[in-house]
């Protein structure tokens, strides 16, 4: 079974800190995505990373940056947090489509980090 | 711009019943869709999924069926069952060609919340 481990499920801080959440995964997954889940909104992705140190962004990356050093390791990183970026955070991880064949390839989740910015 | 929409925030079933899920989009690139349950403070489980070229996919219980022309989509639970009751996520991804393969942003409706009633 693919296992997600998101570095905390409960995390409060300040507003202004520096905020690292931390994503690692162990079936080797080329692909390492973070999302906001607010209500209403479903989920939102942030960023996400295809590759080693390659990113993409998502459709609401502003604010956030992420960090992609290792293969397993996937960091989300809050520049200045602020009260808007309360909120609860899932990284994702799948494997990359070699084979041009289209298929699909679901994507395997963490239980996520609720963070409270105060 | 909402490109997944789910319109109904919840819906309630007696257990034995016909659980029926919709999904709306809008953007005719997208490759496949899927159907993801979240229990509370757990990630999302990835449950089915359909290609653009098919209209309906069944595993078990779960049947997805697409309209194309109706940009529409639907998640059946037969029999529905206590255990069925969470949150589920329709989403929709565009498939496109990174690194040295193929992968996605997946876009989510805003959720449905299903309670199925012994």
């Known amino acids: 079974d693919v296992k997600v481990t998101q570095s905390s499920r409960y995390l409060v801080k300040r507003t202004g800190e520096k905020v690292f959440l931390e994503c690692v995964q162990d079936?080797?997954?080329?692909?390492m995505f973070w999302y906001r889940q607010d209500p209403g909104l479903g989920l939102r992705l942030i960023y996400f990373s295809y590759d080693v140190k390659m990113k993409e962004k998502g459709d609401i990356p502003e604010g956030y940056s992420v960090s992609r050093e290792k293969k397993e390791r996937f960091s989300l990183i809050l520049e200045s947090a602020s009260t808007n970026q309360t909120s609860m955070y899932l990284c994702?991880?799948?494997?990359?489509?070699?084979?041009?064949?289209?298929?699909?390839?679901?994507?395997?989740f963490g239980d996520g980090t609720r963070l409270s910015i105060l | 711009d909402q490109q997944v929409k789910q319109n109904s925030p919840s819906l309630s079933v007696q257990e034995g019943r016909i659980s029926i899920l919709n999904c709306d989009y809008t953007?005719?690139?997208?490759?496949?869709f899927l159907w993801y349950k979240k229990y509370p403070a757990e990630g999302p489980t990835f449950l089915i999924s359909i290609s653009s070229i098919k209209d309906k996919n069944e595993d078990g219980r779960f049947t997805v069926f697409l309209n194309k022309s109706a940009k529409h989509l639907s998640l059946h639970i037969v029999p529905s069952q206590p255990g069925d009751s969470a949150v589920y996520f329709c989403?929709?991804?565009?498939?496109?060609?990174?690194?040295?393969?193929?992968?996605?942003?997946?876009?989510f409706g805003q959720g449905t919340t299903l309670q199925v009633k012994p």
């Open positions: 989403a929709a991804i565009h498939v496109r060609n990174y690194g040295s393969g193929n992968t996605g942003k997946l876009i």
């Open positions: 994702a991880s799948a494997p990359l489509d070699r084979v041009r064949t289209f298929s699909n390839q679901p994507q395997h």
């Open positions: 079936m080797d997954h080329e692909n």
């Open positions: 953007n005719s690139m997208f490759d496949y």
